[in-house]
């Protein structure tokens, strides 16, 4: 089985789907995928959503950033009528676990930027208008990008067993034992 850091963009933001409620209105526009066992970064467009489904589908564990509250409710609904369910698969989302140790979320460009030094090349609204104006190899290169920084967070808790989480003026250390 393969462990796979994932990340997904959407075509369309919740000001087009009418607000966060309507989360699975939205739609994919690309899925970047990192592949322990390939050593390897994939991306894939809205075209080849089923080549996705089959590197997921091999997975023992997901690892993503907000994969549980974004990523995987947008996903859900391409596979749904497959018998494929992401659910049944083991999910480390290293957004949930600094919201149970904080109380509150944060970015994963001030995460980045606190612990690798790097951050992210664009943000989310970016990526739409990337969709919307046809520059895909420029949509994948961001996607891929988010997919690189999440798996050097992962690896880096994996290591260190710590982040660096910033905060307003100040930089607060949180410890957890890692547990896949």
């Not at 091999?58 to 018998?83: C, H, M, Q, T, W």
């Not at 995460?111 to 420029?138: M, P, S, V």
């Amino acid at each position: 089985m393969d462990q796979i850091v994932f990340d997904i963009e959407t075509k369309n933001s919740f000001a087009d789907v009418g607000g966060e409620a309507n989360l699975k209105k939205l739609d994919v526009s690309v899925v970047g995928v990192y592949s322990y066992k390939d050593n390897n970064y994939f991306c894939f467009d809205e075209t080849e959503l089923e080549k996705a489904k089959e590197v997921f589908q091999k997975s023992n564990l997901l690892i993503g950033f907000a994969v549980k509250r974004f990523d995987l409710p947008v996903l859900e609904k391409y596979f749904s009528g497959s018998g494929f369910n992401f659910y049944n698969i083991d999910c480390f989302d290293i957004l949930e676990k600094i919201e149970e140790s904080l109380g509150h979320r944060i970015g994963l460009d001030a995460l980045a930027q606190a612990n690798l030094g790097t951050g992210k090349t664009a943000a989310g609204l970016e990526a739409i208008e990337f969709y919307r104006n046809g520059e895909i190899d420029k949509l994948k290169k961001y996607c891929l990008n988010d997919v690189k920084i999440t798996r050097e967070l992962y690896e880096m808790l994996k290591s260190q067993g710590y982040l660096w989480i910033p905060k307003r003026f100040q930089t607060k250390m949180i410890k957890w034992e890692y547990r896949a």
